[in-house]
């Protein structure tokens, strides 16, 4: 229902001592403040503990105010909700807050107000940081063998889509995310024929990839089936028809199993892949990597995403010591991200081709050459900054691996033994 919620904690509070321990002035200070407020008590309940502090409710035709106290500690946490359904109170419900901050005059507080107006969604990066976004309408939201969906309509990126609680893809920005992990690699490689995507079920990736004219299959293979439905239903903007493209080979089958079991060869594999939490960690092991090279063929490219190197570092540098032991080059790059709300880094993986080595002239050639329309963020020049690190990112991945020492030998004497 519509309306806002303000909670707050008051600590090391100045005022008047008594109102930490008096139940009746206490009560006496939070109806005249309601009163003048404007906002209608309906009853309350005060309660003095022994030698304690108080706790105290008011119930109001708008809602309520909850009040308690340490005196021990002095400390206060308030707790006022209004409902807006038929006016706006949110002016009445602050005004009662202020008069309880100016009557305990505390040296530091901490404040929320949260608007229940419309529906917030909030996403940890960690345990300290996070952000919000909002959501105007919940389209859908279901329950799978594997994860709960979401589907929203928002304001600020059209429709959305949720795993387990946290943002995946939406209209508006898909294209960063998609665009960067296909195509650094793909554009560098002289002439990709056979793809594989692990994961990808709303199909962005496997669109971009489609754009290269040179690729005779690719090869999809999502985890749950549910994903590509709703991603058939409602996110025709990303993955633009490309389930009907016949070059698309599409599995509904389990991608650690899949990579384990197949003799194929690709030029090039993308790993579009939840966070490596839960049943998604395999897929940032060191097996399933080694799994990845042995379907490469020669020449070929493995790209992922690595997550946050500001929210998640040391995710970052443990994913990138695991690729940087097993491939010959691994490039790491970063990019903004805006739905994921932060700087995001990904990896261009090979024995043999260095994604980072093509400059942006020869970039642009092919893209002109390949004729790879209705890139939003993906140029020449992008490619070169992509990979153009920040000193701190450098830091958590190419300066934190170990280079490899080199030992003098001493030379045998001539006819000298073994």
Same mark, same amino acid.
């Given at each position: ?54 706790? #105290?409710?008011?119930?109001? %035709? /708008?809602?309520? =105010? ?6 021990? *500690?002095?400390? @206060?946490? $308030? &707790? ?120 990808? #079920?709303?199909?962005?990736? %496997? /669109?971009?990839? =489609? ?6 299959? *690719?090869?999809? @293979?999502? $985890? &749950? ?194």
């Amino acid at each position: 229902m519509d309306g806002l919620h303000i909670v707050a904690n008051l600590y090391r509070c100045g005022g008047d001592a008594r109102y930490l321990t008096d139940a009746a002035e206490l009560r006496r200070f939070c109806h005249d403040s309601i009163n003048r407020a404007g906002l209608t008590i309906l009853g309350d309940l005060f309660h003095e503990f022994d030698g304690g502090g108080v706790t #105290g409710t008011v119930v109001l %035709a /708008e809602s309520h =105010l909850a009040v308690h106290t340490w005196p021990e *500690l002095q400390s @206060v946490t $308030l &707790d006022v909700y209004v409902c807006n359904y038929t006016q706006d109170n949110s002016a009445k419900a602050r005004q009662v807050v202020a008069d309880l901050m100016e009557l305990y005059r505390p040296e530091e507080h901490v404040q929320h107000d949260v608007p229940r107006d419309k529906r917030l969604m909030y996403e940890a990066l960690n345990g300290d940081y996070g952000f919000f976004l909002r959501s105007s309408k919940l389209i859908e939201s279901s329950k799978t063998r594997f994860q709960d969906l979401e589907i929203h309509e928002t304001p600020q990126f059209g429709k959305l889509f949720r795993l387990d609680g946290c943002f995946m893809t939406s209209e508006r920005e898909e294209f960063v995310y998609h665009e960067t992990l296909i195509h650094p690699a793909l554009t560098a490689h002289p002439s990709p024929k056979r793809a594989l995507v692990i994961g990808g #079920g709303d199909g962005g990736a %496997a /669109e971009e990839a =489609l754009k290269h004219p040179s690729i005779e299959q *690719l090869v999809m @293979v999502e $985890l &749950d089936g549910k994903v590509v439905e709703i991603a058939k239903e409602h996110f025709g903007a990303i993955h633009r028809g490309v389930f009907d493209n016949p070059k698309l080979k599409l599995l509904i089958e389990d991608g650690l199993k899949y990579l384990a079991e197949t003799k194929e060869k690709f030029d090039y594999i993308a790993l579009d892949l939840p966070d490596p939490i839960g049943p998604a960690t395999a897929l940032y092991e060191e097996t399933f990597f080694r799994d990845c090279k042995r379907a490469l063929a020669a020449g070929g490219v493995l790209t992922l995403h690595m997550g946050s190197p500001w929210s998640r570092p040391d995710r970052v540098k443990m994913l990138y010591g695991r690729l940087a032991k097993m491939y010959k080059i691994a490039r790491p790059y970063t990019m903004f991200i805006p739905l994921y709300g932060c700087l995001w880094s990904m990896c261009a993986c090979s024995d043999s081709t260095d994604v980072a080595a093509v400059n942006s002239g020869e970039i642009d050639i092919r893209i002109g050459n390949r004729g790879l329309s209705h890139l939003q963020y993906y140029n020449g020049a992008a490619h070169q900054a992509l990979f153009a690190l920040p000193n701190f990112v450098r830091e958590l991945t190419v300066d934190a691996v170990p280079k490899p020492r080199l030992v003098a030998t001493k030379k045998r004497a001539a006819g000298g033994a073994k």
